[in-house]
Structure formats: C-alpha cells, structure tokens
C-alpha cells in the first residue's frame, strides 16, 4: 500500500535555531498534503498544509515545501521555541478521497 | 463549540468484551474517521463516514465496527476485544474536502488497554 515515512526520528535543536522535519512520500497521486503537530497526550494539531499544484506555502513561523519530482514534503519552523517541542507527523490524501495516510512522526526536542 | 468529543478518556477492557468508543461533533462536519495509534507510531484509519448513513473501511478495519445515524455521531464498536487492540484511539472530523484544506479536527482521544 501507499507509504508516508519520515526520514529522521528524532531532531534536537538549539532554541531560537531553525528546525526542518523532512518526509517521503510514494504515492505520485497523492494531491493534498498537511503536517500535524502532536503534544503528549493531546490528539494531533493542524500546523499547515500544501496542495500538490504548490511548492510553497507558509505560514506564522512555519513553511511547507513540496518537491514533487522527489516525492518530499518538509516542515521549516524558524526561530524554534521550547512550545514547539511535540512529534509532527505528515499526512497525504490520495486521489481525492476523504481519506489521510500518516507517516510515524518525528519527534522535535528543543534544548533551552 | 466544544469541536470533538471522545469518551471515555481511558478504558481497561478484559480480552473478549466488547465496548464502544464514542465520537461527537458539533461543527456539522459531513466527514468523520477513526484513527488507532500505537506506541512511536503514525496513525492508521479504521473507519470513516462521509455522511449519514455511509460509512466505509479504512487501513485497518478488522475487529471494528461503525454506524452513522446522525452527523454529530460516530461510535466505534470492539466487538470482542483483543490485547492487539491496546492502543490510543483517536477520532477526527472535517467539514468537506472542498478546494481549500480540510480542516480536519481530531478530538483528545482513548487510551484503550486490554489485558
């Protein structure tokens, strides 16, 4: 079946740092695209997402590229504060349905 | 507007009881889904509706079942719990899929053990 992956795990960055979550996809049908963030014990966030006809989009802090030609999708979070400390997840919508595929997460620590 | 409601917060169910996780919306979102999340992983669909009276299988459906009788509503059914469905689940709701995003909403969700 289609695959949303994640290429590191964990990322520790140094507060204030910028911070690039990075994440593959498989499916070249896959026409939507959103990052999730997810705090500890709370159900996931909506951060931003990118329609696959973008290859940018941002938002307050955070910038969503798309480069379709590699199916990769990132997260850029500039000047990265303690609060943004959470795994983020991405999630493809694939052929028009209703339906999100996630990947397993990356999980963002930030060193005060 | 209280946006998803789940409930129970947390259950513990012994191997071969049933139970239902219940799901509620007050956004009068046409799409609702049920998700499974299991330890340092992503989240994988169990059911989803589009509307009332629709409803269809996600990525891993077996051992659940749905109903939509209501668009506010969305119970997720264990029909004979299993210790492989320990896991948080978490329910999700949006209003359409539309040309802008879908603003999907997911609730707090369920811790669910079963032992």
């Known amino acids: 079946g289609e695959n949303v992956g994640l290429h590191l795990p964990t990322l520790s960055v140094q507060e204030g740092d910028n911070s690039i979550i990075n994440c593959a996809y498989s499916n070249s049908a896959s026409d939507y695209f959103i990052w999730y963030k997810q705090e500890s014990g709370k159900g996931p966030q909506f951060i931003i997402d990118i329609r696959s006809n973008m290859d940018k989009r941002q938002g307050q802090r955070v910038t969503v590229l798309l480069n379709k030609t590699v199916k990769h999708l990132s997260l850029q979070i500039a000047a990265t504060q303690p609060g943004d400390s959470a795994v983020y997840f991405c999630a493809e919508n694939v052929d028009s349905s209703y339906k999100l595929i996630f990947g397993s997460g990356t999980r963002l620590l930030v060193r005060p | 507007n209280a946006g998803v409601t789940q409930t129970p917060k947390f259950q513990v169910l012994k191997t071969g009881q049933s139970m239902t996780l219940q799901c509620a919306q007050d956004m009068n979102h046409e799409y609702m889904s049920w998700y499974r999340q299991d330890p340092g992983m992503g989240l994988r669909l169990i059911h989803y509706s589009v509307g009332a009276g629709i409803t269809d299988q996600g990525e891993v459906p077996n051992g659940y079942n749905v109903s939509r009788s209501t668009t506010e509503d969305f119970p997720l059914r264990l029909l004979s719990a299993a210790p492989s469905q320990t896991s948080v689940y978490f329910c999700?709701?949006?209003?359409?899929?539309?040309?802008?995003?879908?603003?999907?909403?997911f609730g707090s969700g369920t811790r669910l053990t079963v032992v």
């Open positions: 999700a709701s949006s209003y359409s899929r539309g040309i802008s995003n879908y603003g999907y909403t």
